[in-house]
């Protein structure tokens, strides 16, 4: 079965600290995709990366940034130069490879960026 | 472009009562997808349609839960006997279809409380 833990349920940090959202992922398959998504008090999810499971380079976009371990299923996120618009709650997210299958959602993290 | 839709945004119904949510796919997405969302838990998935069938139900939780996608486009949640636990935020996403994985796009969500 797949399985998706974000161990941090609320972080708080000051405007312009660094911070990184843990996602730990479980699943069978050799070909999976993870996500991870924003969610701001307005409620609509946005999508913020697809990383597929044989691309294990870190990807940086911005001011985020992505780090994929396949040998501790790991895919953190982190803000580096954190900002208060960055306040929401992040999911990370899992898919098996064998279609547009559904996501595997993790509980969530709340940032909270404190100016 | 229009983004995922869904109406009503908020729904008050009574426990027992049958309610409908209605769902906007982005033109042209062939997939679309139902989870829903409680309080401070990741999105959970209900049923996913690819065209008019529903390729996986496996999410939905009990036989009172119902969806259809007569055209391949707009999509209908329906509850029957509506149950306190039925509370929840009901979110529909679409993505553009089969073949690879693509990142799905969430609309706003129906918060519906069964009172």
């Known amino acids: 079965a797949q399985k998706v833990t974000q161990a941090q349920t609320e972080i708080s940090v000051v405007e312009k600290e660094d911070v990184t959202l843990d996602c730990v992922y479980e699943t069978r398959d050799t070909t999976y995709y993870l996500f991870w998504y924003k969610q701001p008090p307005s409620g609509e999810l946005v999508f913020l990366i697809r990383?597929?499971?044989?691309?294990?380079q870190n990807e940086i976009s911005g001011r985020y940034s992505w780090n994929f371990q396949k040998s501790t299923s790991s895919f953190n996120f982190t803000i580096t130069a954190s900002q208060v618009v960055d306040s929401a709650v992040y999911f990370c997210a899992l898919s098996e490879n064998s279609g547009n299958t559904p996501l595997v959602f993790g509980k969530g993290t709340r940032l909270s960026v404190i100016a | 472009g229009a983004g995922v839709s869904q109406t009503p945004s908020n729904k008050v119904t009574e426990k027992g009562k049958y309610v409908e949510l209605r769902c906007d796919p982005i033109s042209g997405h062939t997939a679309l997808y139902w989870y829903r969302q409680s309080l401070g838990q990741g999105p959970e998935f209900l049923i996913y349609f690819q065209g008019t069938g529903a390729a996986d139900d496996s999410g939905l939780p009990n036989d009172r839960f119902f969806a259809v996608r007569p055209e391949g486009s707009v999509s209908t949640l329906k509850i029957q006997r509506t149950e306190r636990g039925d509370s929840a935020v009901y979110l529909c996403?679409?993505?553009?279809?089969?073949?690879?994985?693509?990142?799905?796009?969430f609309g706003p969500g129906t918060r519906l409380t069964v009172l």
């Open positions: 990383r597929n499971s044989f691309d294990e």
């Open positions: 996403a679409s993505s553009l279809g089969r073949g690879r994985v693509y990142e799905q796009f």
